[in-house]
């Protein structure tokens, strides 16, 4: 009999031993390729940050130019506006009436000046 316990304590050994070879074959991925893999994703979510990042800048840039552009066409109609009171008020027909009338000058064509641009 005690042949049989020695015999069962040697296959319980050898039954601890393979299970301690079996842990070892389980851990297929090692430390650094978990380390190379967490570092890899964090790369991976920090080009997406910026690819983020960028898409916000170029949009904010893109709605200030949009704005901008309205903005220059209201300033270009108020300009063909005033460009236009500009010539209506600078004729001379209007300037000489102004002055005739208004102003009491009277024209004396001896001390008139012509001047050519």
Known sequence: MSMVARQIQHQQQTEVKTRKVVER????????EKIIASAMAVI???LIGLMLHNYASIYSL??????LQGT???????????????????APD?????????????????KVKVVQN
């Open 94 to 110: 209007r300037i000489l009436d102004i002055a005739t009338g208004e102003l009491g000058m009277s024209l004396d064509d001896n």
């Open 62 to 67: 893109n709605k200030d130019v949009h704005q």
């Open 44 to 46: 991976a979510f920090a």
């Open 25 to 32: 074959r389980r851990t297929k991925i090692t430390l650094g």
């Open 72 to 90: 220059i066409a209201e300033q270009s109609q108020v300009n063909e506006g005033l460009s236009l009171q500009v010539v209506e008020l600078s």
